[in-house]
């Protein structure tokens, strides 16, 4: 079985290397997002060969049972894109939580095919609130984690979120806010390497930014992604 967390490039690489021998398993929004054009209002991504298409999708959850084990797939809607799953080995303990969790990263939220901030930060929590504490956590970026690792992601989350909405209380602009989001970030060891040294705003593809766009947390935030992964 080939299970897609999302349908980013480098997340279904292996679908056309591995897709004849095994089905491809993905959130119906995988499929729909690889099939289609994107809008000209949307961050241009290629077509893709039907080799890369997934074969099976769900919309909620589903089921594999597989050396004995129930491997558990479920969807998580509009946080990093509208097509994110996460999968539950559930006897080994294992989560693989893919690009929902950046590990020691500031997340990339793909606006553009709806990803949402506010909504991650609360698929974060609820995840952060469940997984036993002994659970061992893939990430869809960074190092291999614990709950430990989720928890200050979350805090991160929590934190810039927070300072997000300060700055548009108090009139900065958004190169302030990201500046403050940043320094925070960095004090509190959220994040580690090029995204403690530097972070960009993710381009607008050329759009103009809307001004009331602004005063909306969950897209500024969503524009404050880690250097390296723009």
Not at 122 to 130: F, V
Request: hydrophobic share 35%; with cysteine; proline share 5%.
């Amino acid at each position: 079985y080939i299970l897609n967390t999302h349908f980013h490039g480098d997340h279904i690489g292996g679908n056309k290397a591995l897709g004849h021998g095994a089905p491809i398993i993905a959130h119906r929004n995988v499929r729909r997002r690889l099939l289609t054009r994107p809008s000209i209002d949307q961050r241009y991504v290629p077509p893709t060969p039907e080799s890369d298409w997934p074969t099976l999708t769900f919309d909620r959850t589903l089921s594999i049972y597989f050396n004995g084990e129930e491997i558990r797939a479920v969807h998580f809607d509009n946080g990093h894109t509208d097509g994110d799953i996460a999968v539950f080995f559930t006897d080994s303990n294992v989560i693989h939580l893919g690009d929902l969790f950046f590990n020691q990263l500031f997340p990339f939220v793909d606006l553009d095919y709806g990803g949402d901030v506010e909504n991650l930060a609360r698929h974060i929590d609820q995840l952060a609130d469940s997984l036993p504490a002994d659970s061992k956590i893939i990430p869809g970026h960074g190092p291999l984690a614990t709950l430990d690792d989720l928890q200050t992601y979350r805090r991160m989350l929590q934190q810039t979120l927070s300072t997000v909405r300060e700055g548009i209380a108090a009139g900065k602009s958004i190169d302030q806010i990201q500046i403050r989001c940043l320094q925070k970030a960095a004090v509190n060891q959220s994040l580690t390497g090029d995204a403690a040294v530097k972070i960009a705003i993710h381009p607008a593809g050329g759009r103009k930014l809307e001004s009331r766009r602004l005063s909306d947390p969950a897209w500024i935030l969503g524009k404050i992604t880690s250097n390296g992964l723009v």
